[in-house]
Nanobody
Framework: QVQLVESGGGLVQAGGSLRLSCVASGRSFNSDTMGWFRQAPGKEREFVAAIRWNGIPNYADSVKGRFTISRDSAKNTVYLQMNSLKPEDTAVYYC?????????????????WGQGTQVTASS
């Protein structure tokens, strides 16, 4: 059974940091593109960052320079380091896996999803 399980969300003050983790199980995800998306109340799910099997990342403009995505293939885990958090970063953050090798920013292209973890940055 394929599973993606996120952890690391929480409540921080604006300017603070959080590190999200996503552990994948059920099969190897080493050749997949792994992504992070977020969804705020009343808004559509939006792309945050993704990383290809070879470690090449891609970021949404809104998080460039503040967020860093990485992966540990030996642990089947992907991370999202979030620094300088802003109130507008508040959302449920989802981990996702796409069997395609190229990065897509469209959430509909991703095949597997985690349950989400809440991130709240207070002003």
């Amino acid at each position: 059974q394929v599973q993606l399980v996120e952890s690391g969300g929480g409540l921080v003050q604006a300017g603070g940091s959080l590190r999200l983790s996503c552990v994948a199980s059920g099969r190897s995800f080493n050749s997949d593109t792994m992504g992070w998306f977020r969804q705020a109340p009343g808004k559509e799910r939006e792309f945050v960052a993704a990383i290809r099997w070879n470690g090449i990342p891609n970021y949404a403009d809104s998080v460039k320079g503040r967020f860093t995505i990485s992966r540990d293939s030996a642990k089947n885990t992907v991370y999202l380091q979030m620094n300088s958090l802003k109130p507008e970063d508040t959302a449920v953050y989802y981990c996702a896996a796409d069997q395609a090798s190229l990065i897509s920013k469209n959430y509909k292209d991703y095949d597997y999803w985690g349950q989400g973890t809440q991130v709240t940055a207070s002003s």
